[in-house]
């Protein structure tokens, strides 16, 4: 029985298993309600740990995407003194929430 795998995604590791919910960059093409194959898996740990170089041949993670949403919005201000220079933008990071099914190795 897998325990635990960590996996990448969005240039970021999570350390997931059965029935986690993690937030997750935003994927292209992806909808609510989809199935997602997660296949870049660093580690698998059930009885005995796996590591992959870098990632593990033939274990993937399936999930399933259960919210799609935007982050807080975050004001970035870039300011020159004496010069009159000033620029405000705002920026909203979509992500997404996804419900980790099974881990297959």
């Known amino acids: 029985m897998v325990r635990y795998a960590v ?3 969005g240039s970021k590791q999570y350390r997931v ?3 986690d919910t993690i937030i997750i ?7 609510v309600g989809a199935h997602v194959a997660f296949d870049k898996v660093l580690l698998v740990s059930n009885d005995t740990v796996q590591i992959g170089q870098p990632y593990l041949n033939g274990a993937t993670v399936i999930a399933e995407i259960t919210k799609s949403y935007r982050g807080p919005k975050l004001h970035v201000f870039k300011y020159k003194r004496k ?4 620029r405000k933008i ?3 990071q ?5 419900l980790i099914k099974e881990i297959r190795v």
Request: glycine fraction near 12%; aromatic fraction near 8%; charge should be positive.
């Open 7 to 9: 996996i990448e995604t």
């Open 17 to 19: 298993a059965p029935g």
């Open 25 to 31: 960059e935003k994927l292209k093409g992806v909808e």
């Open 83 to 86: 010069t009159r220079y000033r």
């Open 90 to 92: 705002g920026h909203r």
């Open 94 to 98: 979509p992500y997404m929430e996804a």
